[in-house]
């Protein structure tokens, strides 16, 4: 069932747009996660959904009820929504107990209320030894559960978080991650998630939403998004992938100069430009020929313990990234053989 | 569904619609706080007496030798303060933040507390201390050495140039140590591993790091020194001569002259102006400067057998602004002759009772200057509050035009804003002169750009988000005003209105020429007092003045921080 949608929405500030015309259904309790390069326009998605700003054109739907069109939105406090801000936006005069309780305070609830809510969210985010310090006094990942406690702990009808883990080391993010994911399962908010980072989505995630220059590329769950990328964009921003282009001969073959290479699926327009895209560890490399494989020479390794990193280039000097096993024996002459396996090619848009 | 129809439903951005009329207002209101005497000024500069426009006033100033000569003095008296607030100051700067002396902590903080002193205040200490004839040390010099000679004469131009130099270092020493404090230790490593000798590092790496702040600070202590009233009108008319400030000032009295007094204005603006764009640019130029650098902090040299030594000279020294000026106030608040001899025959309460009972103008200046001084911080506040708010929320051009704006009377000398308010308000169709409001807006004006600094830092550590997180839990936009940023800045809005209440209370240049016989505040009666000779009673008021302020500063700072202050704000 839907919960929040995205009608058209679009964002400009004088005459750059900024985001264009987008479509997004979430549905209820689901985790959605805006995935993109800088000035992609997700966090301006974010901030419209908050009601932080005005759209241009373009509705924001939560449950029937238009909350944002242009000239008439709603105000952010009277959302119902919660935010996870990149700051964190922890108030430093207030200790953490009144960070959590703020929330809670505003909706003038009775004090015992607060005080056992509060009580019970900061245990669930393991933080109930601090709730007398300030924000000043803690480490950044503590700080981070402060953010999402105050944001969770009134039960909001939608959670918002902006970039929520980039200030935190790497060790701490991946440990965060899957907080977040395992505090959304015990929740069960429909939650809008914005990052940057590739595996913060692929961890937390019910759907994952590429977006690039103001659009959405493509959404959909991450094993699907990961498998099926639409376009070259989407498949080397979510995971990697090698790009070759060249002329199409028919709906399932592409001329890459050095080959002809021929998808699983049909694709392509016949007689116009194409593109394929195929994950480094989905190219097969061997030392000695095989039927159907293309010779191709080693231009730079590097050993990186679980995997080999190979960078090949074609006989037409087409360049080729492979993840290779780390026991694959490369003769010293740097000849070896590359296939490209039909199921694992996939029509992209360029 | 469209809410449009729906009851609750606001325009969002209903307040946000507001800022505009505000900021308008706003900027209507510093322009016209600049633009009105300032224009009034140019107007007269370049009329004649009839009002037609004309050229003579500037060639007047350049023909007639008793308008060209306070030009050069100015300048020769500008220069010698920049060089010697600087050279004082450097080593000062350098022992403080850079080596293990003894008792650098303290330095530091008297360093900074002679700020506090007006520098009118510190010009009649001199007076007493070193005056020809009755001065303190010139009678200890002839009772020691049996000399006939005065040892020193304040009333001269090397008096004048010393004594604005020990109110004006303070400047160049704050400036410095703050640059040297944010010079990385690593940088001085870096010379040290390559071989450097220490004295090579100081001269090297860490004079040069700091030299953009040198010479800003010293452009600062130019300024003061061109734009200051009180010292030279002390010293020098005295001593037979006169500065710009000093000239003007006389060019008001009878008979009038103020289209040359205007004419002579215009370069201390003019001079003010390139100067402050100058120091911007020096200390605009980061990198060079490596102010807010990461890196370990400063390493401190060790002095070894010179600690000692190098402690009784740099106490020595403050002993000029600070110890001695001091002293000779209170010894001249108690003594019937302020260079007698210290002995109980000499002692008196006399100078109090004359102060507070029989002197009726006291009364009335102290309630003036406390008026003032209160309903000042206090619009001042409010006005650099708005204004800093506007400038941090919006990026647009239209936020740097209100910044510009409400910096622009730094650039005003004191002296030339008495003069075009003076020249303003003393005709229709708003008649100020003679009323308290004409000396409520020079101190406005002059005092907010410092509030106005003071709020912006605030509110650059006072990110959006803080605020936006409220809102978006269900707070509006005043219960998030009231709930997180007040509390937030609050530290700052108190340091901003103390800023103002300690300017307001210490400012003559403009007061002086802009308050009438019932309209006196504290510094123009000690001014008045002073060409009457009378030192004890100066001393006396002097003293309480300086009380008052503490007084005001510190209940300011009690009564706002007795709910508990703001915690510091993560990194």
Redesign the interface.
Known sequence: MTHLRLEGLSKSFGSTTVLDAIDLSVGQGQLVCLLGPSGCGKTTTLRLI???M?PSAGRIVVG??????P?????????????I???Y?????MTIFDNVA??LA??KMPRADIATRVGRILEAVKLSHLAER???ELSGGQ?QRVALA??LV?EPEIL?LDEPLSNLDAALREEMRFEVRRLHDAFRYTTVYVTHDQAEAMTTADLIVVMNQGRIEQAGGPEEIYARPRSAFVATFLGGANILSGMARDAQHLDIGAATLRCAEAGFAPGARGAISIRFHEVAVAASSADGALPARVQRQTFLGSTRDLVLALADGTQLRATAPPDLAIPGDGNVFVTLPPTRCRPVVA | ????GQG???????GMDLSGPVLAASALFLAGLICLPIGWIAAFAFTDRAGAPTLGNFRLLLDDPTLFEPLMTTLGLSCSVAVFAALSATPLAWLVARTDMPGRRVARVLMTASFVTPPFLGAIAWEILAAPNSGVLNRLWRDLSGAEDALFDIYSFPGLVFVISCYTAPYVFVVLTNALDRIPADLEDAAGILGAPRWRIVVGITLPLALPALLAGTAVAFLQAMTLFGSPAILAIPAGFHTVTTKIYSLFQFPPKPQIAAAAALPLLLVTIALLWLQSRILGRRGYAVVGGKGAAPRLVRLGAWRWPVFVLVFAVLALPLFLPYMALLKAAISRLPAGPFDPANMTLAHFSFVFLEFSQTRHAFANTFVLALATATAGTLLALVVAYLVARRTDLSGRALEFLAMAPIAIPGVVLGVGLFLAYTRGPVVLYGTLWILFLAFLTIELPAAFQQLRASFRGL?P??E??????????L?TLW??TA??LKSGVIAGWCLIFIGTVRELSAAVMLSSSTTKVLSVVIFDLNEGGNLGAIAVIGVAMLLLTFAVVGFANWITGAGGG?????A
Not at chain 1, 71 to 83: D, F, H, K, T
Not at chain 2, 566 to 570: A, F, K, L, M, V
């Open positions: 908050a009601g932080f005005e029937g009820r238009t909350l944002s069109e000239g008439n939105a709603l105000p952010p406090e009277r959302r119902g929504m919660s935010m801000f990149q700051s936006a922890l108030w430093p005069h703020y929330g505003l909706r300030y924000p000043a700080q105050r944001a009134v918002l | 569904m469209s809410t449009t609750g439903v606001q325009r969002a951005g209903a990110h988000e803080l936006e997180a409220s809102r978006i839990l269900g707070a509006g936009r219960e709930r997180i509390p937030l703001p915690r510091p704000q993560p």
